[in-house]
């Protein structure tokens, strides 16, 4: 999925976020799991590096996020394959291929909601589709692709709708990408609030 240019930017990409990763996890008070199921077989440097992005902007928003990459028939570097039970404070992403969209703009990605104020455990990303807006925009597909994983993972915490700022805007037009403004790439004050909140994560599974 990595854009072609040097492998060397992807690396530094990858190592930059990971080192934020383990700076800032004892500053996070809301731990959650990630389950990520990379069905559509994105190249491992990318999917880490998207995992990466994705960790920062739930960091800014207080969130510990957990990752745990599951073995999939299209990606087998994984030796976990998640194939316990579901728990509490634990989600599942899928990177899927989408299906056939009819619309003028087709979404990255789609979340189940159980209820209006939040409460999900599974959402699913389109990679095609984020290849497809990386091509058009010039923006690294891996980049895309975490924040992508993070709006998604903002719906399973906050519900359905969407703000007019930042990461959870319902649309993400070509000059915004092009643009690339940090803060429309993160959660608003209110959102990380909403998002911190135990009643929220803790009603994502079952007892």
Same mark, same amino acid.
């Given at each position: ?8 930017? !992807? ?51 207080? !969130? ?16 976990? /394959?998640?194939?316990?039970?579901l728990t509490r404070n634990e989600v599942i992403v899928r990177v899927v291929r989408g299906p056939r969209f009819s619309g003028a703009t087709a979404p990255l990605g789609d979340s189940l909601i159980e209820r209006p ?11 095609? /589709? ?26 399973? !915490? ?18 915004? !990408? ?8 993160l959660f608003l004050p209110s959102q990380a609030e909403r998002m911190k909140g135990r009643s929220a994560l803790t009603t994502l599974a079952p007892e």
């Amino acid at each position: 999925m990595a854009k072609p240019g040097p492998f060397a930017a !992807l690396v530094e990409i990858v190592c930059a976020m990971l080192l934020f990763m383990a700076a800032a996890a004892a500053d996070s008070d809301v731990p959650i799991t990630i389950r990520a199921y990379n069905t559509f077989g994105v190249n491992g440097a990318a999917f880490t590096s998207a995992r990466a992005v994705a960790h920062r902007v739930l960091q800014l928003a207080g !969130l510990q996020a957990l990752w745990r990459e599951c073995r999939t028939a299209a990606y087998q570097a994984p030796r976990d /394959r998640c194939d316990d039970v579901l728990t509490r404070n634990e989600v599942i992403v899928r990177v899927v291929r989408g299906p056939r969209f009819s619309g003028a703009t087709a979404p990255l990605g789609d979340s189940l909601i159980e209820r209006p104020g939040g409460g999900g455990i599974f959402a699913t990303v389109f990679a095609d /589709r984020v290849l497809s807006a990386g091509s058009r925009t010039g923006v690294h597909p891996a980049v895309l692709l975490g924040r992508a994983i993070a709006h998604e993972i903002g719906h399973l !915490l906050i519900g359905a709708g969407h703000s007019t700022r930042g990461l959870m805007r319902a649309k993400w037009s070509d000059d915004e !990408l092009r643009r690339n403004r940090e803060r429309d790439w993160l959660f608003l004050p209110s959102q990380a609030e909403r998002m911190k909140g135990r009643s929220a994560l803790t009603t994502l599974a079952p007892e």
